[in-house]
C-alpha cells in the first residue's frame, strides 16, 4: 500500500518559516509530479506548488516569492519551505502525487493525511 506521510507542520508567527515534508512509502516504481494543497476552515482545498520529477515548479499566486517546493527523488520526498507566513497561509497542508505508478505499471493518485500549519501571534 502506497502512503505519503507529511510533516513539519504546527504554530509559527506571522513572518516565521516553516518547512514542510511528506515522505511517500510502499510499492512505489516512481512518482511524476508532486504537489501541496492547502484547506482553511471553511474553505475548499487550493493547489499552492507543484513540481514535476525534473524539477519544474508551478506556484499559486498566493504564494510566490514566499514558498519553495523541492524535491529528492531519490527519497521519494518532496518539501515545502514557507518564508514571511501571514495569517491567511493558516490551514491544514495536503501532499499529493497525482500520477505515481505501481510496480504493476497501474497509475494512482494518492493523498497524505495533511498538516496542520497554524499563523498566529
Known amino acids: 500500500q502506497v502512503q505519503l506521510v507529511e510533516s513539519g507542520g504546527g504554530l509559527v508567527q506571522p513572518g516565521g518559516s516553516l518547512r514542510l515534508s511528506c515522505a511517500a512509502s510502499?510499492?512505489?516504481?516512481?512518482?511524476?509530479?508532486m504537489g501541496w494543497y492547502r484547506q482553511a476552515p471553511g474553505k475548499e482545498r487550493q493547489l499552492v506548488a507543484t513540481i514535476t520529477r525534473v524539477g519544474s515548479t508551478n506556484y499559486a499566486d498566493s504564494v510566490k516569492g514566499r514558498f519553495t517546493i523541492s524535491r529528492d527523488n531519490a527519497k521519494k520526498t518532496v518539501y515545502l519551505q514557507m518564508n514571511s507566513l501571514k495569517p491567511e497561509d493558516t490551514a491544514v497542508y495536503y501532499c499529493?502525487?497525482?500520477?505515481?505508478?505501481?510496480?504493476?505499471?497501474?497509475?494512482?493518485?494518492?493523498w497524505g493525511q495533511g498538516t496542520l500549519v497554524t499563523v498566529s501571534s
Open positions: 499529493n502525487a497525482p500520477n505515481l505508478v505501481a510496480p504493476t505499471g497501474r497509475y494512482l493518485e494518492v
Open positions: 510502499g510499492s512505489i516504481f516512481s512518482i511524476n509530479a
